[in-house]
């Protein structure tokens, strides 16, 4: 079974700095796009970043140039610099990967709280 643990959450001051990681575990045959997710209270979830099997990234304006994202064999991570009060939101990191016998399927992790705030 496929499990996406997140860490990194917490509460930073505006202008601070955190690092978000996902890492995923079990019997996984190949891991295709990750990326993060947010979303506000009463807002949608929005994509914050994303990077494909090759290393090509995708952000969304409002985090550009203070957001990074990055990943590592099974652990994705966003490196969130410079936040702003507007960055508070849950944080959710997805995977598209294969588990053996099976195709692509999109995965969520559980989310993390990322509050900005002085």
């Known amino acids: 079974q496929v499990q996406l643990v997140e860490s990194g959450g917490g509460l930073v001051q505006p202008g601070g700095s955190l690092r978000l990681s996902c890492t995923a575990s079990?019997?996984?045959?190949?891991?295709?796009?990750m990326g993060w997710y947010r979303q506000a209270p009463g807002k949608e979830r929005e994509l914050v970043a994303a990077?494909?099997?090759?290393?090509s990234t995708d952000y969304a304006d409002s985090v550009k140039g203070r957001f990074t994202i990055s990943r590592d064999k099974r652990t994705v991570l966003l490196q969130m610099n410079s936040l702003k009060p507007e960055d508070t939101a849950a944080y959710y990191c997805?995977?598209?990967?294969?588990?053996?016998?099976?195709?692509?399927?999109?995965?969520w992790g559980q989310g993390t709280r990322v509050t900005v705030s002085s």
């Open positions: 997805n995977v598209d990967l294969k588990v053996s016998g099976k195709g692509y399927a999109e995965y």
């Open positions: 079990g019997i996984i045959f190949s891991i295709n796009a």
């Open positions: 990077i494909t099997s090759s290393g």
